[in-house]
């Protein structure tokens, strides 16, 4: 069993820039490949970022563009996703989830566990 907690969303600027955190519990962390989704209201859960959990592969979603960095932290059991240049699209819950068997993996039914999300809210 894993838990995920998210932190770090809020409210910014067209431009400006988050960290969004992700901690989770048990000591089993290594071995998931971790990812980033978001959901925005009347919109679908969608795929940002994903990492795995050997070499730290990352994997992204095209709309990224170079904006967003996922990495992780083995040692703190932590999962980040720094964003930069923030549009008002980018506004949505962000959810942290953990793969047991497919890392760097896109598509949500994937992966087993999920954290509660964070709001993060771009104004133009």
């Known amino acids: 069993q894993v838990q995920l907690v998210e932190s770090g969303g809020g409210l910014v600027q067209t431009g400006g820039s988050l960290r969004l955190s992700c901690a989770a519990s048990?000591?089993?962390?290594?071995?998931?490949?971790m990812g980033w989704f978001r959901q925005a209201p009347g919109k679908e859960r969608e795929f940002v970022a994903a990492?795995?959990?050997?070499?730290?592969?990352?994997y992204y979603a095209d709309f990224v563009n170079g904006r967003f960095t996922i990495s992780r932290d083995n040692a703190k059991y932590t999962v980040y996703l720094q964003m930069n240049s923030l549009k008002p699209e980018d506004t949505a819950v962000y959810y942290c989830?953990?793969?047991?068997?497919?890392?760097?993996?896109?598509?949500?039914?994937?992966?087993?566990?999920w954290g509660q999300g964070t709001q993060v809210t771009v104004s133009s």
């Open positions: 989830a953990a793969s047991s068997s497919h890392p760097g993996s896109s598509w949500y039914g994937d992966y087993d566990y």
């Open positions: 990492i795995d959990w050997s070499d730290a592969t990352a």
């Open positions: 048990g000591r089993t962390f290594s071995r998931f490949g």
